[in-house]
């Protein structure tokens, strides 16, 4: 019974009744909805969102948020483009180029962060704004206008199958896509990293109180850093799937995505004060979110345009109730120790 009563009142409890609930509602509605085929590509045409959701909760367990991961994947992809494009650099070298960009990103925006003791959200909008402007001045150097987007990676064999760098994005394993199964295999890295690791428990233990960590002998402020640069790295990896699936090299690929990480994150059982997370609850909250995103206009006709309101809402409402019952049970709390 008290393992039962504990399932329960897990939050990712009521994230797994939500998502059959979708599936129910989503299934009567429309029956094409639950081919198995168009789930896996509404999941892929989501996957950047998905990945780095699950390094925003680090960053958020210690207290902190990212903001700048969707300019950082526009960055990604265009130095992926101009590099292969106008570099005749080999496609995998300039996706490793990529990276470390991104990596020094994330370590600049951590460092002010961590050891200048700025904010956060000032750090990462910040960011945004340099990083989107890096991606644009970097697509200037392209002979391919920056509307148009670098196209033309090295795609498909004369049997017809995606080989080399589109099969990133294009690619199957064992009937499943590509990129739902790295985005596994970064689940189980993740879950293990956060929840069996030393590493994982400085990140919650720098989220619940830093000063305390710090005295018991934690570096704090590398810690804080390590997870900007993780963050940084997986919107590399968005940036380079992406490119991969569309086959085009934009400077402001995945522009939008920052409400939809957050919103996973927060949704997910994070809370935006650090301390507490998991990565299951962002998993099952991005694939909430994902599936919300499928279902609405193929079953009720809602526009893709209007999507960022029902997410909106969610996460004000997420935030609204947690406040609410984080009240109470102070309350609750008081007023037993009163009597």
């Not at 956060?194 to 710090?214: C, D, F, I, P, Q």
Request: positive net charge; charged residues 10%; glycine residues 10%.
């Amino acid at each position: 019974m008290k393992m039962l009563k504990k399932i329960t009142q897990r939050w990712e409890t009521f994230l797994v009744l939500f998502l059959i609930l979708e599936f129910v509602v989503f299934g009567a509605a429309n029956p094409k909805f639950l081919r198995t085929q168009s789930i896996m590509n509404s999941i892929v045409n989501y996957i950047s969102v998905c990945i780095i959701s699950l390094f925003v909760t680090m960053v958020m367990i210690t207290g902190g948020i990212d903001i700048q991961a969707p300019s950082i994947i526009g960055l990604s992809s265009i130095i992926i483009g101009v590099l292969w494009s106008d570099a005749g650099m080999n496609v995998w070298l300039a996706v490793l180029i990529a990276a470390v960009v991104a990596a020094l990103c994330g370590a600049l925006s951590g460092f002010f962060i961590a050891y200048c003791g700025v904010q956060p959200m000032v750090v990462t909008l910040g960011g945004s704004f340099l990083y989107s402007g890096l991606a644009l001045l970097v697509s200037g150097m392209s002979a391919t206008p920056a509307y148009q987007g670098i196209s033309g990676f090295p795609s498909k064999t004369d049997a017809g199958a995606f080989v080399d760098f589109r099969f990133l994005g294009k690619g199957t394993i064992l009937g499943i896509p590509t990129q739902i199964v790295i985005y596994i295999v970064l689940i189980v890295l993740c879950v293990w990293v956060l929840h069996y690791t030393k590493y994982g428990e400085r990140l919650y233990l720098v989220g619940v109180n830093s000063r305390a960590a710090e005295y018991s002998g934690i570096n704090t402020r590398a810690v804080i850093m390590s997870t900007y640069i993780l963050s940084a790295l997986s919107a590399a990896l968005s940036g380079a799937l992406l490119t991969s699936n569309v086959n085009s090299a934009k400077y402001n690929v995945g522009s939008g995505y920052t409400l939809a990480i957050i919103t996973a994150v927060v949704l997910g059982g994070t809370l935006n004060t650090g301390g507490k997370g998991s990565i299951l609850g962002t998993v099952l909250a991005s694939l909430v979110i994902c599936i919300l995103r499928y279902g609405l206009p193929l079953c009720f006709n809602v526009s893709t345009q209007n999507l960022d309101l029902p997410i909106g809402i969610i996460l004000v409402l997420v935030v609204l109730g947690r406040e609410i019952a984080g009240r109470n049970m102070l309350s609750g709390l008081f007023h037993r120790r009163k009597s």
